[in-house]
């Protein structure tokens, strides 16, 4: 495939490179790819990249005088050889508890999907899911991979309050909420993993590119995890991804 | 230290923000009028780095409890020490056990308040402004303790104050750029955006001011991509959001305006029911 990038000046500070307008794994390798390389130029002076599902946003340090001069270092950057850059990847297994307890909406999902309730649980948690980008809210991440057969609108309104941990879907997507806050999404059940701790030097495990798999869990498991995390005596389970 | 003895509507330690951390979904934050806020650190002699006091909307009392010099810039909130008003933009001795007001609102929404050396709170992921997920809290409460450095020798030289500019308060021109999908308006919407006068909504906040005035569209979603202070997204419903410094990372609206970095220290010292015009200007 012949990759369409363009380049977009967006404010005084920031470049706007952006793929076609699809979700899809080749364009995020490709944003990762490009990503990675312009980390590793020392010349570049920037602040921040901002990642979303087709688009790469370079923040610099001072005002872009050349937008033209800077577009060309970019497009320098991207065509650099590719074996320069080693990724990697990992797996992630979340431990999710689906008990009725947490998963609020499970019940009238399976009524109006005509879907038993295990069978929703067993199509969550045996999909692969990549991290797309991590943004919206601190280690919030956009998965991609939800089995089409649980796609399920939006609730009409929101909650005010759904509680840290939460795991829910929204439409095509499916998501954990990294911290209390209000939301519209369907909730199906809750993991007692920690998304985003500031305290960390790397607040968010997890990063743009990796996997997550889903684990059902009993309640009692559920319990036992949430002490266990509490006292800092439990990491996600983390397994090197071989593409 | 200072001792906070009564919290008014909401204040909050703020610094230049946090960069480095979109990859993350952790929000930029800072200064809302960062101009106001480098200049107290300015007349201090202080570093551009250092953290500051953003109180929105006055009242509230704090108290010294060792001596130092302050500054305060910003909003005009008819500030006290000892119940003697004292002067903006200039540098103020202070003595342990003084006390400072705000009080009424004279103009502006948020002052900046810089003791010499900045104020001495934790820095988290490389800033030390407050955002509730990374700091436990929005804003400073009642008994509050905020370090600072005991200064030694206070000089009695008198200072002038420094003449500010009031068009950072009056200005109703708000200075943008084309967003990355100004070119999905039709010409009609163009002009709307650009000849209406709009006002700002109650919902306003540090993450963000809604306008009152609607822009009908049928612009599509975005798939999310990138956000940042002063973009201007335009909702399904046509309201517009100012996103302001506490803004998430990413979001689906399109975005059709992008404000200067100015135009947003001058609308971080508007509210509800002030009004302006945007004005594009060439990239």
Redesign the interface.
């Known amino acids: 495939m012949v990759k369409q990038i363009s380049y ?5 500070k ?1 470049i ?1 490179i ?1 793929w076609q ?3 899809s794994d080749e364009i995020l390798q490709d944003i990762l790819l490009f990503k990675s390389k312009i980390n590793l130029d020392k010349n570049i002076a920037i ?9 790469l ?1 370079v ?1 610099y340090k001072n005002d872009i005088i050349k ?1 033209e001069e800077k577009v060309n270092q970019l497009k320098a950057i991207y065509q650099l050889p590719t074996q320069l850059v080693k990724q990697q990847f990992y797996q992630w297994e979340i431990p999710v508890c689906y008990d009725l307890q947490f998963g609020i909406d499970l019940e009238e999902m399976a009524t109006s999907s005509k879907l038993d309730l295990e069978e929703i649980i067993r199509l969550h948690s045996e999909a692969l899911y990549r991290v797309y ?8 991440l ?1 998965l991609g991979g939800l089995n089409s057969n649980i796609f399920f609108d939006r609730r009409p309104n929101p909650r005010l309050n759904v509680p840290k941990g939460t795991v829910a879907i929204g439409g095509k997507q499916t998501g954990i909420y ?2 209390a806050s209000a939301g519209g999404w369907n909730i199906i059940g809750r993991t007692p993993i920690h998304f ?1 701790d ?2 960390n030097e ?3 495990f997890a ?2 590119g990796d996997y997550i798999k889903f684990k059902s869990i009993s309640i009692e498991e559920f319990k036992e995890l949430e002490i266990a995390i509490n006292e800092k005596n439990h990491q996600p389970l983390k397994t090197l991804y071989n593409a | 230290m200072l001792k906070i003895l009564k919290t008014g509507f909401l204040s909050s330690i703020q610094d230049k923000g946090r960069f480095g951390f979109a990859s993350k979904g952790v929000p930029i934050s800072g200064a809302m009028d960062a101009y106001s806020a480098d200049l107290a650190n300015a007349i201090l002699n202080n570093a551009e780095t250092d953290a500051v006091i953003e109180v929105t909307l006055g009242n509230c009392t704090f108290q010294f409890l060792a001596d130092t010099t302050i500054c305060i810039t910003g909003g005009d909130f008819t500030p006290k020490l000892n119940g003697t008003t004292i002067q903006l933009n200039k540098i103020i001795p202070i003595f342990k056990t003084d006390i400072l007001t705000f009080q009424k609102v004279n103009y502006g929404v948020r002052c900046y308040l810089a003791v010499k050396g900045g104020f001495l709170t934790d820095q988290i992921l490389g800033s030390k402004s407050y955002y509730s997920i990374i700091t436990n809290s929005n804003s400073i409460h009642k008994g509050d303790l905020l370090p600072y450095h005991e200064l030694r020798e206070i000089s009695s030289k008198i200072q002038s104050s420094i003449k500010i500019n009031k068009n950072h308060y009056k200005e109703t021109e708000i200075a943008c750029y084309k967003g990355p999908e100004f070119h999905s308006l039709d010409d009609e919407q163009k002009k709307f955006l650009l000849e209406t006068t709009f006002t700002i909504s109650k919902d306003n906040s540090r993450m963000g001011y809604k306008l009152n005035e609607l822009l009908v569209n049928e612009l599509p979603q975005l798939l999310t991509s990138s956000v940042f202070p002063g973009t201007v997204q335009l909702t399904k419903s046509g309201t517009l959001i100012v996103l302001m410094r506490d803004c998430q990372t990413t979001g689906g609206y399109p975005r059709i305006l992008q404000l200067t970095e100015q135009a947003i220290n001058q609308l971080a010292q508007k509210t509800s029911s002030d009004s302006f015009k945007f004005k594009v200007k060439l990239i």
């Open positions: 977009k000046q967006f404010g005084a920031a706007l952006e307008s699809i979700i602040i921040d990249l901002v990642q979303g599902y087709n688009s946003t923040v937008f980008f991590i943004g919206f809210l601190p280690g919030f956009y990294p911290n985003f500031a305290e790397n607040p968010c990063k743009a």
